[in-house]
């Protein structure tokens, strides 16, 4: 088996690149950007989320009693830039996912390059974010986020 170019196959229909913000007070901007990469799957199918556990070297596994679901997540945005972008970049996802990833990439470069922390940086990567799962749910309208940026003095 190709491993890695099965493990975007897998991506292709079951991943999730989120970028998601939290109002933070103490923060200069007072927005915290919170980029990730998801992948749940029933219970009966633990050693697939364990094999991407294995195989990326990073992130987590945590159990839903909710849903009876095992989620492997990586939040921290030092392994998603060494581990989980390289991947995708060379195993490249062909779905409409590939436009989420790409904004999704981008975010996480300008946060890694700690762009998030000035007011042009950080509107750029609303912009990215609010352009990625159109469908998705959000906590926070993207016009009030851009308001919020607006009360804060450079």
Partial sequence: MDLPSYITGLCEGEA??????????????????????????????????KLLREYFGVGGIRFSRADQNYKFEVRS??????????????????????????????????????????????????DLAYGMNPSGRRRYKKDKLLRLLDKVKE
């Fill in 16 to 49: 999730c690149f989120t970028v998601s913000f939290s109002l933070r007070r103490k923060l200069r901007l007072g927005i915290e950007v919170r980029p990730s990469f998801s992948l749940s799957q029933h219970k009966r199918n633990l050693e697939v989320v």
């Fill in 77 to 126: 945005v030092r392994d998603l830039i060494k581990a989980v972008i390289p991947h995708f970049r060379e195993y490249r996802l062909i779905s409409p996912r590939k436009r989420d990833f790409d904004r999704f990439a981008k975010v996480c470069e300008l946060v890694y390059a700690s762009k998030h922390k000035s007011l042009t940086g950080m509107r750029r990567i609303i």
